[in-house]
């Protein structure tokens, strides 16, 4: 079936240095959305990609979408303590109605 | 809007009790499932439900059953609690198919089978 794999599963970030997470589908996708959660805290929207190259901006993260709609990331820029928490991608799965997520990125900030 | 809220919290239960975990949304949402999340694992789809009287398995629905007999709401049973069930759960929503739109998640609830 449909798998979305994410790496790394840990990053540990120097306050204020960047880093990119990477999300990687066995199958192309018509979408994918990223999701945060804080730690003890739920899943949070934050973004979704739909077209063949598709870079979106949020203040210092940006997300990329691949050109063959397989792949995408998450780059965040001057990483602060606020960044905290599991970075999820998340895509349609192969039987519909459904949203397969990846493992997740744990980011830890060191201050 | 409350969005989508869940309970209990927390909860502690004996291998082979059964139990009811409440999931209650009031934006008006068709979409609504239910996911574990365990630890390096993500988020794995239980059962999900497209409308009320609709439901259907996701990738781990052994062990739970659903139902949804009003937009609004949607339990997840446990029929006899395992503790392979031992788990976060979280409920989520979305406007129509999940794969399209936004889904809003509930706070989860710890769930721990002795």
């Known amino acids: 079936g449909q798998q979305v794999m994410q790496i790394p599963q840990y990053q540990h970030v120097q306050e204020g240095e960047d880093f990119t997470t990477y999300c990687n589908s066995s199958t192309t996708l018509s979408n994918i959305q990223w999701y945060k959660q804080r730690p003890g805290g739920h899943p949070v929207f934050l973004i979704q990609l739909v077209k063949s190259g598709e870079v979106k901006k949020q203040k210092r993260l940006t997300f990329q979408f691949g050109e063959a709609k397989k792949n995408s990331s998450l780059h965040i820029t001057a990483t602060q303590t606020t960044d905290v928490g599991t970075y999820f991608c998340?895509?349609?799965?192969?039987?519909?109605?459904?949203?397969?997520f990846g493992g997740g990125t744990r980011v830890l900030v060191k201050p | 809007n409350a969005g989508v809220t869940q309970t209990p919290k927390f909860q502690v239960l004996k291998t082979g009790q059964s139990m009811t975990l409440q999931c209650a949304q009031d934006?008006?949402?068709?979409?609504m499932s239910w996911y574990r999340q365990d630890p390096g694992m993500g988020l794995r789809l239980i059962h999900y439900s497209v409308g009320a009287g609709i439901t259907d398995q996701g990738e781990v629905p052994n062990g739970y059953n659903v139902s949804r007999s009003t937009t609004e709401d949607f339990p997840l049973r446990l029929l006899s609690a395992a503790p392979s069930q031992t788990s976060v759960y979280f409920c989520a929503s979305s406007y129509s198919n999940i794969q399209d739109t936004e889904a809003f998640f509930g706070q989860g609830t710890r769930l721990t089978v002795v």
């Open positions: 998340a895509g349609p799965g192969a039987a519909g109605n459904k949203l397969t």
């Open positions: 934006m008006n949402h068709e979409y």
